[in-house]
């Protein structure tokens, strides 16, 4: 066994190494000695050190996986929310503590030295967090994968919250370079666009496609390594970065054309400028499909390249890759697979389409209409010509097949038709060309098997699945909060960072009064780490000796935002009124983006920032129930506030959260759950039982038999309610300070609480079970012995929301990579 003062030995070496290279990176990257140096090229400096730490592994494993004959993953999602890359790399390396300890030598706080890294603007919400999880887990395993997505200049957006309202700005993550992505010069596709498509037949019948009058449009690869745990195998994450093929027309500019000499340039570039441009007219419908076709047009080419390269036989891809569809932004790789195979390689219809379905499947994340896309006919025939034919003949074909299974059945026809309406459903078309078709919760999985694609289930019962999500503990235990993994390792030993199962021995140590204590201490250091973090970074003062409320999540109308915001109104009226008296002082954290186009989500964080500004006016209430809204929620900011939370609220209306990540974050770090039976949380309780969560309001079956009755009135919920009443008076009688002077009547008329079927969301209709269960956990936190038990228990059951144990299952049920 190594003694202590052999491994203080090493790790002596291993600081001084650390220490070595960093500082001669300095100077050879900058020009400057180490004195000089400022923290944005000590932390240039530092993280080239940690890339060079991965560029050989990820180098010498690519090669070595790219003839080893294995299955690979190839994972399609228009966004990846990766955040910072430096402290995870460190974690996943094991060199955390090693470049802690050096920078420090030098002078440098490690924490100082990551702010100076950008979040990476690739991706929005839980989605793309998702992907990273996933690509991270993958790699932690060693299964091979890649990721393919779109190297966004600017992102989503960076939001402003000027007099209380948000703006948008451009995300300009991206200007100073990223260290750790790697250009491919030898990974380009031409991607083409329009005109129109000439078909020829010969006389034995072999198709020949020409494009004639198309646009042409680059795709260039930069490549990402995504570290895992301890792995030698590292996932690559693949961003393609869009460009005209003549970048300047010198022949216009002599000409004194000078718009014209880099109009195509511009239109190109256009496309991997912006993720999910504003697409409420029809010049951003264009260019989001742009996007989505660049994306899967440049990933089919560069798949059916390499395994060409690799095997020859394209007959074999099925057996040596497996495309992972999330959500249906990528939908329209399977019709581009089949062209490639049919008008490039020469395959038959029957053939191609054979291959497409055993390698392609659909993950669906959302019930949402507007996140199923549904593009009209006349858009994808004028920008995709071939793409629509392919469609249009696997619809016809599949209309038949369905009116010789379902005769005379009309409706069903249309309802599992591809085309229908004037419009192309690509949900129904991945549903129907994919191998495995799955949910991302046990309830998402049932809700698609009975309601959105409950005629497919009925033909092909065997094809759907639920998975549940899952996040990766090396980001959001390990980086997010070292003093728990801290506490965790040296209570239980470590593993748990690779090992999903491990956490669970945490759960006896509920009982422990000394564990219960350490904990709580954790969690109090945590809360002052996120004020001080507020203060330096968001200029906002936080008490952290309060209790933390937060609910963070993309902001939309069945999220239930406004039932949270309309909740403090009514602590508000009561405090006023000089009730709630042993109310303990509480901290209410908002954080969320609203999609520039969704007014309604706009004017609700208007109103959040109009309570803000409420209860700050008035001494009985500004240090009582303080609300914070976070601006510009990113990884980053997630990190400093999950590990600070004491109460995580998940109120979605019940049915309509596919699973939800950010409620397993929270689980993770011991935050309690405040929640509906929606997603993930069903299975959260189950995990942890009824006591250790706070659930409140209409189930999935309660909500359907109400809707189908249309017995639910709100008008009567709100004249049975006096205090809600009072409320929604404050969203129309002027008592909310806004800087317009306006009022909040849509807000008011969309919960109709004068009649008609307004309320869409059961707000109104929840309230009051909402009401009574916020005041449970208040009246749970006050006994701190029971709410620290509870918090651990939380933790110790958190291993199975691993992305690990969900990774896992979808090799098992999915893609077979290790079979």
């Known amino acids: 066994m190594v003694s202590k003062k052999q491994s203080d030995i090493e790790q002596e070496r291993r600081v001084a190494k650390a220490r070595e290279h960093i500082e001669k990176r300095i100077r050879r990257e900058f020009a400057v000695t180490p004195d000089e140096a400022v923290m944005s090229q000590v932390f240039q400096a530092a993280a080239l050190c940690v890339r060079d730490e991965v560029m050989d592994v990820w180098a010498d494993e690519r090669a070595r996986s790219s003839t080893s004959g294995n299955k690979c993953l190839i994972y399609l999602c228009a966004e990846y929310l990766i955040g910072r890359a430096f402290s995870n790399n460190l974690v996943n390396l094991g060199l955390y503590e090693v470049y802690a300890a050096a920078l420090a030598e030098m002078g440098y706080d490690l924490g100082a030295v990551e702010e100076q890294e950008a979040d990476a603007g690739l991706g929005n919400g839980g989605l793309g967090r998702l992907a990273a999880c996933f690509l991270d887990s993958l790699s932690t395993l060693e299964l091979p994968a890649m990721g393919y997505g779109i190297r966004y200049e600017y992102g989503f957006f960076r939001q402003e919250i000027q007099d209380g309202k948000q703006v948008e700005v451009p995300?300009?993550?991206?200007?100073?370079?990223?260290?750790?992505?790697?250009?491919?010069?030898?990974r380009v596709f031409e991607v083409k666009y329009g005109g129109y498509i000439d078909e020829q037949w010969s006389e034995d019948g072999k198709l020949t496609v020409n494009y004639v009058g198309a646009q042409s449009v680059m795709a260039e690869a930069y490549d990402m390594p995504i570290v895992g745990y301890g792995s030698k195998l590292p996932a690559t994450l693949r961003l393609w970065r869009a460009r005209a093929p003549q970048r300047f027309d010198l022949d216009r500019f002599n000409r004194g054309d000078y718009a014209q000499a880099t109009a195509d340039r511009e239109l190109a570039e256009s496309i991997s400028k912006v993720l999910y441009p504003e697409d409420s007219h029809e010049r951003g419908q264009e260019l989001r499909l742009?996007?989505?076709?660049?994306?899967?047009?440049?990933?089919?080419?560069?798949?059916?390249?390499?395994?060409?390269?690799?095997?020859?036989?394209?007959?074999?891809?099925?057996?040596?890759?497996?495309?992972?569809?999330?959500?249906?932004?990528?939908?329209?790789?399977?019709?581009?697979?089949?062209?490639?195979?049919?008008?490039?390689?020469?395959?038959?219809?029957?053939e191609a389409v054979d291959i497409v379905q055993r390698t392609f499947n659909y993950t669906n994340h959302t019930i949402m209409p507007e996140a199923l896309e549904k593009w009209p006919v006349s858009l994808m025939q004028r920008l995709l010509p071939r793409s629509f034919r392919i469609i249009e003949t696997i619809d016809a074909r599949f209309r038949d097949r369905i009116w010789q299974q379902y005769p005379g059945d009309t409706d069903r026809v249309n309802r599992m038709a591809i085309i229908h309406g004037g419009q192309v459903r690509m949900a129904n078309l991945c549903a129907l060309a994919s191998n495995r078709v799955n949910g991302v919760s046990q309830l998402h999985g049932q809700i698609l098997r009975t309601s959105l694609f409950r005629d497919f289930y009925t033909a092909y019962p065997d094809r759907f699945l639920g998975i549940t999500n899952g996040v990766t503990q090396r980001r959001w235990l390990g980086v997010a909060n070292p003093g728990l993994r801290k506490l965790v390792d040296d209570t239980i030993g470590e593993g748990f960072m690779s090992d999903w199962r491990k956490i669970a021995e945490l759960e006896p140590y509920a009982q422990d009064a000394a564990f219960r204590k350490?904990?709580?201490?954790?969690?109090?250091?945590?809360?002052?780490?996120?004020?001080?973090?507020?203060?330096?970074?968001?200029?906002?003062?936080?008490?952290?000796?309060?209790?933390?409320?937060?609910?963070?999540?993309?902001l939309h109308e069945y999220k239930r935002q406004l039932m949270k915001a309309l909740h403090i109104l009514s602590l508000y009226d009561?405090?006023?009124?000089?009730?709630?008296?042993?109310?303990?002082?509480?901290?209410?954290?908002?954080?969320?983006?609203?999609?520039?186009?969704?007014?309604?989500?706009?004017?609700?964080?208007?109103?959040?920032?109009?309570?803000?500004?409420l209860i700050a006016s008035d001494e009985r209430t500004r240090d009582r129930i303080p609300v914070v809204f976070l601006e510009n929620y990113d990884v980053t900011a997630a990190q400093h506030l999950v590990a600070a939370a004491d109460i995580s609220e998940q109120i979605s209306m019940a049915g309509m959260e596919a699973s939800g990540t950010g409620c397993m974050k929270f689980m993770l770090i011991g935050a309690l759950t405040l929640g509906t039976m929606d997603g993930a949380n069903v299975e959260i309780a189950e995990q942890v039982g009824p006591e250790n969560i706070f659930i409140f309001g209409a189930t999935v079956d309660e909500i359907a038999r109400v809707n189908a009755e249309r017995s639910y009135s709100p008008r009567a919920t709100v004249e049975a309610n006096p205090r809600l009443a009072r409320v929604l008076r404050h969203l129309v009688d002027g008592s909310l300070p806004t800087s317009d002077g306006r009022r909040f009547e849509d807000l008011y008329y969309a919960l109709s609480p004068d009649g008609g079927m307004g309320d869409q969301y059961f707000v109104l209709y929840d309230f009051a079970s909402y009401d009574e269960r916020f005041f449970d956990v208040i009246d749970a936190y006050k006994d701190r012995d029971r709410w620290l038990a509870s918090a651990i228990v939380n933790t110790a059951k958190a291993g199975f929301f691993s992305s690990d144990r969900a990774i896992e299952d979808y090799d098992a049920q999915v893609w077979h990579l290790n079979h």
């Open 290 to 350: 742009r996007q989505f076709y660049f994306l899967v047009s440049a990933t089919m080419q560069s798949i059916v390249d390499a395994h060409k390269r690799h095997y020859g036989d394209l007959h074999t891809l099925p057996d040596k890759v497996a495309i992972q569809i999330n959500d249906t932004h990528p939908a329209l790789a399977i019709p581009e697979l089949i062209r490639i195979l049919i008008d490039e390689e020469g395959f038959d219809w029957e």
């Open 574 to 613: 009561r405090i006023i009124d000089g009730e709630l008296e042993d109310l303990p002082p509480i901290t209410f954290v908002f954080a969320a983006k609203a999609a520039p186009g969704y007014r309604r989500a706009k004017d609700i964080i208007q109103l959040i920032n109009s309570i803000s500004s």
């Open 518 to 554: 350490a904990f709580g201490e954790v969690k109090a250091r945590n809360k002052e780490s996120f004020a001080a973090w507020m203060k330096a970074s968001r200029g906002v003062d936080l008490n952290p000796n309060t209790i933390i409320d937060a609910q963070a999540k993309r």
């Open 171 to 186: 995300d300009t993550w991206s200007l100073a370079g990223d260290v750790w992505e790697a250009e491919r010069a030898d």
